[in-house]
């Protein structure tokens, strides 16, 4: 019923800067949170930021200070603005979203994107 669509992954230079995005469409009512995580070979997918429906925000302590995550209501959309990208930052980078997909709030599911690649050379 929903998809979410992740994008702005790519090839960067330490200290240089992308912003992903994450759009979600299909049957949606509301959402709660949207969220990014990331995941790199060999290793357990992790929480990057995080961001619920009142605007709080959280953060790996290895971002904070250098990525932002935002969120658009009226596009469903959650961004992650990450600057002073750092060798280690390099992973699969997947959105996910707790999404209401009916009026009373009794259908609550949780979705993921399909993953966006950062690749960020030293």
């Known amino acids: 019923q929903v998809q979410l669509v992740e994008s702005g992954g790519g090839l960067v230079q330490a200290g240089g800067s992308l912003r992903l995005s994450c759009a979600a469409s299909g049957s949606i009512f509301g959402i709660n949170g949207m969220g990014w995580y990331r995941q790199a070979p060999g290793e357990q997918r992790e929480l990057v930021a995080a961001?619920?429906?009142?605007?709080?925000?959280n953060y790996a302590d290895s971002v904070k200070g250098r990525f932002t995550i935002s969120r658009d209501n009226a596009k469903n959309t959650a961004y992650l603005q990450m600057n002073s990208l750092k060798p280690e930052d390099t992973a699969v980078y997947y959105c996910?979203?707790?999404?209401?997909?009916?009026?009373?709030?009794?259908?609550?599911?949780?979705?993921w994107g399909q993953g966006t690649q950062v690749t960020v050379s030293s």
């Open positions: 996910h979203a707790n999404i209401r997909e009916d009026a009373s709030g009794t259908r609550l599911r949780n979705y």
């Open positions: 961001i619920i429906r009142v605007g709080i925000t």
